[in-house]
Antibody, heavy 122, light 107 residues
């Protein structure tokens, strides 16, 4: 059974940093691109970042470019999102999602984690 | 950036009714359009991939159609458990984008 379990969310002050993790199991992690999608309270879904299966290609939404860094450790079956210079508008539930191939091209998100809440407030 | 516009934003329907939700893309995306269902306090769940392919385990009352810029999610014989918000998602080009969501209320 495919499982994705996010962790690392919490309360952080504006300007602060946080690292999210997504532990994967039930599939060959190193064979799939991985993605982060967020959802602000009461709002819709926003695509945030992605990384190819070998980590060689990454993508960032303009809203987080230069502040967030996506990475993965295929030996630990874990995806990361290092978030810095956090703003109030970054407050959201962050979901990791499995892509459908090794690359970032035309993915579909068949599996999602349960999400981890990031609260940005002083 | 491709913008997806769903209609309606909200719909109140009765059980056994047929529901149609549309998603229009600001430019052609071929068949790279997917549909998700999200219930309160849950993560999204994939229903339909690549416009018309059912995802494993999804009830047969859910179906999708369309290509290019206009897409439709159809729910035949609605059930109470279908109360949720539905999102379309395009993965034709980066940044991948989602529609604003359609909230379905069961009367």
């Amino acid at each position: 059974e495919v499982q994705l379990v996010e962790s690392g969310g919490g309360l952080v002050q504006p300007g602060g940093s946080l690292r999210l993790s997504c532990a994967a199991s039930g599939f060959t992690f190193s064979s799939y691109a991985m993605h982060w999608v967020r959802q602000a309270p009461g709002k819709g879904l926003e695509y945030v970042s992605a990384i190819s299966s070998n980590g060689g290609s990454t993508y960032y939404a303009n809203s987080v470019k230069g502040r967030f860094t996506i990475s993965r450790d295929n030996s630990k079956n874990t995806l990361y999102l290092q978030m810095g210079s956090l703003r109030a508008e970054d407050m959201a539930v962050y979901y990791c999602a499995r892509g459908s191939s090794t690359s970032l091209i035309r993915p579909v998100f068949g599996y999602w984690g349960q999400g981890t809440l990031v609260t940005v407030s002083s | 950036e491709i913008v997806l516009t769903q209609s309606p934003d909200f719909q109140s329907v009765t059980p056994k009714e047929k529901v149609t939700i549309t998603c229009r893309a600001s430019q052609s995306i071929g068949s790279s359009l997917h549909w998700y269902q999200q219930k309160p306090d849950q993560s999204p769940k994939l229903l339909i991939k690549y416009a018309s392919q059912s995802f494993s385990g999804v009830p047969s009352r859910f179906s999708g159609s369309g290509s290019g810029t206009d897409f439709t999610l159809t729910i035949n014989s609605l059930e109470a458990e279908d109360a949720a918000t539905y999102y379309c998602h395009q993965s034709s080009s980066l940044p991948h984008s989602f529609g604003q969501g359609t909230k379905l209320e069961i009367k």
